[in-house]
């Protein structure tokens, strides 16, 4: 069974102070792993994903299949980075349904 | 162009009525999902359709859940015999390619059972 760890429910930050958002994956095939975030009264929406190795926003991901993590980092928070953030699994080519975490709040203070 | 679109955006029932949610995705995508999302969750997977195909209903929590896409486009997500434990936001994505590609999400029907 695959599965998505995120361990923290609510992140705080200063403005300008490094995020880390965790996320930690069981799953025994090829992963293909997502962050998604979810803006106040907004839809959610993809922010970036492992295989196309983009930053985004300042956003960066890594997968590390030896850790099986695919942690979200940021080298300085700011204020519009606040938000829910969903790490999401699935497989790597082929069908299979898509697994999401239960999301981190972060919440960057001014 | 448009993006994914839900109906009702709130609904109310009492115990026991049948209700119905719509979502029509995004024009031309291939893949549609139905999410089911508790307060304080994540988005749990219900059913996946490719084109008018019910691939996958394997997260569907009982036979009270029946979703259909009858010409691959538009879905309804239908629920007999509500009850209280089906309350949650109910959420619709499609996506161009597979599970792999980018889903788009709709705004969600935030569903109560009185």
């Known amino acids: 069974a695959q599965r998505v760890t995120q361990p923290e429910k609510l992140l705080s930050v200063f403005k300008g102070a490094p995020v880390e958002l965790k996320c930690n994956y069981s799953?025994?095939?090829?992963?293909?792993l997502f962050w998604y975030v979810q803006y106040s009264r907004q839809r959610l929406q993809l922010l970036l994903r492992h295989i196309s190795r983009e930053s985004i926003k300042g956003f960066t991901a890594d997968l590390n299949k030896g850790e099986t993590s695919f942690h979200l980092k940021k080298p300085f928070a700011q204020e519009e980075d606040s938000a829910m953030y969903y790490c999401a699994l699935t497989r790597s080519g082929g069908y299979q349904k898509v697994t999401f975490g239960i999301g981190t709040k972060l919440q960057v203070i001014p | 162009g448009a993006g994914v679109s839900q109906s009702p955006r709130y609904k109310v029932a009492k115990r026991g009525q049948d209700v119905a949610l719509r979502c029509d995705p995004i024009?031309?995508?291939?893949?549609l999902f139905w999410y089911q999302q508790a307060l304080g969750q994540g988005p749990e997977f219900l059913t996946y359709?490719?084109?008018?195909?019910?691939?996958?209903k394997s997260g569907l929590p009982s036979d009270r859940f029946f979703a259909e896409r009858p010409e691959g486009s538009v879905s309804t997500l239908k629920i007999q015999r509500t009850q209280q434990e089906d309350s949650a936001v109910y959420l619709c994505a499609s996506s161009l390619g597979g599970t792999w590609d980018e889903q788009f999400f709709g705004p969600g029907t935030r569903l109560t059972v009185l």
């Open positions: 359709f490719q084109n008018e195909a019910q691939l996958d």
């Open positions: 799953y025994s095939g090829s992963p293909e």
């Open positions: 024009s031309g995508h291939v893949s």
